[in-house]
């Protein structure tokens, strides 16, 4: 049955939220996410990236790796592309916005290492989508993980603002606050789950 690309994208950010779903990614999430600008420019990044490369990946398996037989190469290699291409927006935020490249910090080439990434295109195989597909896809979940790195941002600039139990404070609290978000998340999976 084809999977028509309007629900594959709303599910992707909402009722199959990589993040919130997969829990794919939370790394950069839970560190970042202190503040909204800092959140927002990683989300876009996030995005970008994951949209772009979920495009690549999909260029590099079906027209390199699968006519020369090679798809247990597949793990390396998508992380080689996914490598490269962080390098390369690296160097464009740097010499474009270097209050964006500065505020993001360690976290932007740590994006290389941000699972959700690597699992949207481990996804894209295993799903076996098609170009089309496999590109709204990338972009749902990316936004569906900037979606999430938002709210989680403004519930902590909120909760700061408040008394919290000191055993609460940090991770511990975050960690409850994703809890709620992702049961939140589930009261969506009446419209569509692509699981």
Do not use: H
Request: charge should be neutral; glycine fraction near 8%.
């Amino acid at each position: 049955m084809e999977l028509n690309v309007f629900i594959l994208f709303m599910a992707a950010i909402f009722t199959s939220n990589i993040l919130l779903t997969n829990f794919l990614g939370m790394c950069s999430y839970l560190s970042v996410s202190r503040q909204i600008e800092s959140s927002l420019g990683l989300g876009f990044a996030v995005f970008f990236v994951m949209t772009c490369t979920t495009a690549l990946n999909y260029v590099v398996y079906y027209f390199v790796l699968v006519p020369l037989d090679i798809v247990y190469l597949q793990y390396i290699i998508f992380i080689i592309v996914i490598a490269a291409f962080v390098q390369l927006i690296e160097m464009v935020i740097e010499r474009l916005s270097p209050v964006l490249y500065y505020s993001l910090g360690i976290f932007l080439p740590l994006i290389t290492v941000n699972c959700a990434i690597l699992g949207v295109s481990l996804f894209m195989v295993i799903r076996n989508y098609s170009f089309i597909q496999s590109v709204t896809f990338g972009a749902g979940s990316g936004i569906g993980w900037l979606l999430a790195i938002l709210a989680l941002a403004g519930i902590r600039q909120k909760v700061n603002d408040t008394f919290v139990p000191a055993g609460l404070r940090g991770a511990g609290l975050s960690l409850i606050i994703t809890g709620i978000m992702a049961l939140g998340f589930i009261g969506f999976s009446g419209i569509a789950v692509i699981q």
